[in-house]
């Protein structure tokens, strides 16, 4: 499956976007999802993940009541709703599906990943 990421961009403190990941090629309704973020000259870190089926959801303690992971397994959607931006949020936001079908917050459980978006918040 092909994941694209979109809905980056620019944004001021304190505003919200949401990034989409459309899966294209076959369903990935049986594969936990998740995102991750690279900041610049930092490594990709985990941000937050969901189980194929949008029953349990994990977030980095970083977004934790900040952000929401959500999807829509009957469009191949994958969804990360982010409030209360900080400059500190600023990376390039990937969209990643999991060899399994539980939530990880490990990059290494992840196989298939979009191409990233980028996010940047301004002060």
């Known amino acids: 499956v092909q994941l694209q990421a979109s809905g980056g961009g620019l944004v001021q403190t304190g505003g919200s976007l949401r990034l989409s990941c459309v899966a294209s090629g076959r369903r990935f309704s049986n594969n936990g999802m998740g995102w991750f973020r690279q900041a610049p000259g930092e490594e990709r870190e985990f941000v937050a993940s969901?189980?194929?089926?949008?029953?349990?959801?994990y977030y980095a303690d970083s977004v934790k009541a900040r952000f929401t992971i959500s999807r829509d397994n009957s469009k191949n959607i994958l969804f990360l709703q982010m409030n209360s931006l900080t400059p500190e949020d600023t990376a390039v936001y990937y969209c990643?599906?999991?060899?399994?079908?539980?939530?990880?917050?490990?990059?290494?459980?992840?196989?298939?990943w979009g191409q990233g978006t980028l996010v940047t918040v301004s002060s």
């Open positions: 990643a599906e999991s060899r399994f079908a539980i939530a990880s917050s490990q990059a290494s459980d992840y196989t298939n």
């Open positions: 969901i189980t194929w089926n949008g029953g349990r959801r």
